[in-house]
């Protein structure tokens, strides 16, 4: 088999997280910064990690691995959750603790678990050499959880047989049919599940099918709003303008899995307070799409108070449900002394925030507001918004800063 170089994108969530996981919608979108993977058939029966952004430098005989997969004596399905005593057996064959939550740990077992259930529902996975870098900061709201996973899912469906091939010869990117990409998605949303807990499966949708900007006509959704049920049988793509969007990383570390556990927890513990703030974001989700598609049908400027007006109502809701950080709470102090609307994205607690930058904001009211929140010690930079899902490439498709870094094992 042949080496393999593939990606998918990131994702900024407009509005929904959290509510999502509870059956609300959410709007989102994929973002210009993606996830690399390179894939190397090597001899010697064995199989090799290397995942540079967690600090993994692992191998395992595939021997070994074959007995682990009979060990655990499952059926594995795309449409099965992960065990805990799955995870556990794993935990315990890759030496990492029962409650271990550390980046590393759950990146093995995300690709442990996705090696042994993919090999043994479609065949053996040849020795191969996996090498996994990423632009996206890690744990900070991105989505790289989802876009690790979903570049996993795809060269180890391809590495078995599973999934085509479909770049050929002298084409630079290709992508995978809708069934395929259907496929990816599934088994990536088992990933997201060993490192999430209980994911939505909004953020692996976005990663496999993406959504382009407007300027290219290929596909028209440039945004996906999506429920709870299914993954991906209730995406709704929608037209909705071009936004431009600052995004800010207050660095603070956080984990998806643990705020998301938090707030089943504030749920369960005061129903009749949470729901309705839950049915809120539900509204805002909705109002939101209204507003960008009238948007897009009509640009006018008159529709960004609005936009603000629903940014800050959330941000507003995602601190009740126990999701805000005094971080973000300055980050949002900060952009609103120069006249901007923030909130938080992905899973809050720290991590990434989205400001909207309505097109009457000076050059000048943009740079002031980033020197402040770099003052704050947070990093920030405007991004595309809009970018293709899971992609295969050829190598001379990819920059060589890409190319360095997944060559560097
Ligand atoms: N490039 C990567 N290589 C290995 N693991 C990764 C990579 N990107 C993400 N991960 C895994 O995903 C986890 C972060 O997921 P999460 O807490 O959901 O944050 P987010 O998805 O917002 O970045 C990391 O701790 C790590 O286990
Ligand atoms: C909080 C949530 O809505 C989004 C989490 O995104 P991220 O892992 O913080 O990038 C969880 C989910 O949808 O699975
Ligand atoms: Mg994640």
């Not at 307070?273 to 939101?288: G, K, R």
């Not at 941000?315 to 900060?334: A, E, F």
Request: charged share 20%; glycine share 10%; proline share 5%.
């Amino acid at each position: 088999m042949a080496e393999l170089l593939l990606s998918a994108p990131g994702k900024v969530i407009l509005h929904g997280e959290h509510a999502v996981v509870h059956g609300k919608a959410a709007l989102a979108v994929a973002l210009g910064l993606r996830t690399f993977l390179r894939l190397r058939p090597c001899g010697g029966e064995r199989l090799r990690v290397h995942l540079p952004g967690v600090g993994v430098r692992s191998g395992w005989d595939v021997a070994e691995l074959r007995a682990l997969r009979g060990r655990l004596a499952a059926d594995f399905d795309e449409s099965k959750s992960p065990s805990t005593e799955q995870l556990d057996v794993l935990k315990e064959f890759a030496g990492i603790a029962a409650d271990a939550s550390a980046p590393d740990c759950l990146a093995i077992l995300a690709f442990l678990y996705m090696y042994l259930a993919i090999s043994a529902k479609y065949g053996d996975v040849p020795s191969v050499d996996i090498t996994v870098w990423s632009e996206l900061p890690t744990g900070a709201g991105l989505g790289s959880s989802a876009a690790y996973a979903v570049c996993l899912a795809a060269a180890l469906l391809r590495a078995c047989g599973a999934i085509s091939c479909p770049l050929k010869d002298g084409e630079a990117t290709a992508r995978w049919t809708e069934e395929e990409m259907t496929l990816i998605n599934s088994w990536a949303f088992q990933g997201e599940r060993v490192i999430h807990g209980n994911p939505s499966g909004v953020d692996n949708a976005v990663a496999t099918w993406g959504t382009w900007s407007p300027q290219i006509p290929i596909r028209k959704n440039h945004i996906i709003k999506k429920g709870r049920e299914g993954l991906g049988g209730c995406l709704v793509a929608c037209r909705v303008p071009t936004l431009r969007i600052l995004l800010t990383n207050t660095k603070v570390p956080r984990s998806t899995k643990v705020l998301v556990a938090g707030v089943k927890e504030k749920i369960l513990k005061f129903p009749a307070i949470m729901n309705p703030v839950l049915d809120s974001i539900d509204a805002i989700s909705q109002e939101c799409q209204s507003v960008l598609e009238a948007m897009a049908a009509n640009p006018s400027p008159e529709y960004y108070p609005v936009l603000e007006e629903l940014f800050d109502i959330n941000q507003h809701h995602l601190n009740v449900i126990g999701v805000g950080h005094p971080s973000l709470d300055r980050l949002c102090r900060v952009t609103a002394s120069h006249g901007l609307h923030s909130k938080l994205t992905g899973a809050g607690g720290g991590g990434c925030s989205i400001t909207l930058l309505p097109p009457d904001t000076t050059l000048l009211a943009v740079e002031a507001a980033k020197r402040d929140l770099c003052a704050c010690g947070f990093e920030c930079w405007e991004t595309d918004i809009g970018a293709p899902g899971v992609t295969l490439h050829s190598s001379s498709s990819l920059s060589a800063q890409v190319l360095q870094a997944l060559s560097e094992s």
